[in-house]
Structures are given as C-alpha cells and as structure tokens.
C-alpha cells in the first residue's frame, strides 16, 4: 500500500476518465500531489476504448496517444443491406492492458490499487481498512450513477478477440456490419483487425432491454465467424457491457445540488447521449480540470457539476435523436436510421460522435425522407423528456 496520506487530489476510479484526469494532472502540475485510488487490482478494467481522430483536438491528441495500442491511418468502413461504404477518418483503440501499464509507469507510489471505498467527503476519503487519507479535493470518478433518474435505451454488447487459422482479410475496422440478423433492436457487427491473423468481434444492440444473453451472443459471434470462412484457432480475450443511450431524465436527481463531492466520467453523465460514447467528453474534461486549478473541494464540486450540467443542455438534441430511435422505429427496423445517417457527409458524421454537431448537422439529420414512421416520429419528438 502506498504509504502517501495527504495529497492535493484524490481521484477515485481508476478506468478512463480518472486514469485521464491523472495523466493531465501531473502534466500540467508536476509540484503538486495527486492519488488515484481503484478498488480492483487493475486500471481500466476489461475495456478496448476506440475514437476517431476527428473525436479529439489536434492540441489534445498527447493525452491519449501514448494509451493507443493500433492506430489504423487508412480509415474505417460500415455495411449495410445495399450499401457498403468507406470513410477516410483515422481510427484508434485503447486497451485496458496498455493503459493500466502506461499510468502505472507515469503515477509511480502515486496509485493505489485494491484501496475499497468506504465514504467519501469534499477533502477526505475513508478506505474500508477505517485508513483516512485527508485530501484537498476529491473527484468521484467511479462510473455508474443514479440510472434511474434518467430514461435509458441500451447499446450492449459482447466481443471477443479470436486469433484464426489464417489471415481474415480485413484491412481496416468495421465499425457497423449491419447485414447480420436483425434481432433484440438494431444489431450489428463491430470488427477490429489487430493484424492480420486476430480479429476482434463484437456484437452489438440497440435494445429496449439491458438483459444480456452471454452465451447468446458468444454463439453469434461464433456463427459470424464460420460466415466470414475464419477458423477460430484460441479466443484470446473477452469483455462485455451496457451502455445507457440517453433519451430522457432528470439532471438534478441523478446528481443533486446539495451533493458535496467532484465526479468526473460516466458518473457525471459524461458521455454522448445517444451513442454512450464518453472517450471525447473525457479528455476534454480531464484538460479542462487541469487548466483550471487549483480549487478545493467544494469549488470542485460546483465546478465539475457545473460542466456536466452545461453538458446536459448541450446534449438535448442527441436525446431527441434516443427519443426517436427507441419511440418511433420499431426494433426490427432500427437499422434504416443508421444507414440514412452514414449516407451523411464523413464531416457531419465525425462531428456527430465527437458530440459536437453544428446547427446546419442538427438540421440535415432530421431532414428529407424520414427513415421511421410519420405518425411514429412525431409521438416521439412530442413525448416529454423528462
């Protein structure tokens, strides 16, 4: 166990966005004392966090690369039934390993792993052991939150890494191979060519549930396999998960103002409403913390709630877009929005996922034919939102 007691900033949670706090933290301020704390024996937990490179600012691209384990500089491609197409953006992906193994090296005595928990305050924190670490300021950065203040489709998932017997052809990611079985929503296919011989496969749903059918999925992503002509030779990693996709809720009681405590990541309502994606939101959050301090525990608490509340409002048209994706289309034809939206322009697109849609984009995605029902749509964008 770390021997530090008092340090400047305490981050509990040690996946992306705390781990990205950290790294901006002693970048910006090396004189000052920092810990992150993580409950389990490892940072990141089992994840693989993948981005555009239009999803992060040219002058905040050193925060993430050194975590990038394979960087693909000839684009990524989607399928369709009828329309297959390439989009020339770079694409990237994190792992876990690489980033547990990067923050390791850079915080040193400086993380605390296996450290559970037991109450957190503005300026301390109480470990499960009864150890008091009096802090400056702490920052929650544990993910989850109070889901059910707020109104939720799902985007779950299982992937698995398979290495095959020969090379599968691929040359760039698949972001959405929507040709598959529609079943449980809109379903598709995420690939992930690591070299030319190991693919990562993920199946994936747009669904009204978050039940999650492991083996299911693991015999779907089997079949996918033996459609593609690949034999499986060891599958070398798994992971799995639920994403909220955001369509409606209210702010003020998934974080409540008399809330005295700093939250950063998904437990600040941090990510892309309509997509769960929250790689983009974290590090400009992370960069934005580090600019802005030194503050104590108290002024860190309205400053992150403040952040995220502004990012609630912004996010009010991507939970239009939830209201109209889990509202209007019916499950089976979920689909048919996806592919209108990638017959967009590849600028318009990359905005989108970096959350950061122009007035004209908000207009373009909800113009011309729409690809779910009149009478179906209009409920949905009728429908309150809270």
Known sequence: MATMTDCDLAIVGGGLA???????????????????????????????????DSDIQAGDRWLVEPLVARHWAEGHDVRFPGHDRQLATPYNSITSTHLDAYVRKMLGGRLLTDARVAHLTPDAITLSDGQVIRVGAVIDARGGGDLSALRCGWQKFVGQTLRLDAPHGLSRPVIMDATVEQMDGYRFIYLLPWDERTVFVEDTYYSDSPDLDLPALRGRIAAYARTQGWQVAEIVHSESGVLPVVHGGDFDRFWPKDDPVARAGARAGLFQPMTGYSLPDAVRFALRLADDWPMDGALLAHATRGWARAHWRRGSYYRLLGRMLFGAAPPEQRWRIFERFYRLSPALIGRFYAGRSTVQDRIRILCGRPPVPIRGAMRALLSPPA
């Open 18 to 52: 705390g781990s990205l706090i950290a790294l901006a933290f002693i970048a910006r301020h090396p004189g000052a004392t920092l810990l992150l704390l993580e409950q389990g024996g490892g940072l990141g937990g089992n994840h693989i966090w993948s981005f555009f």
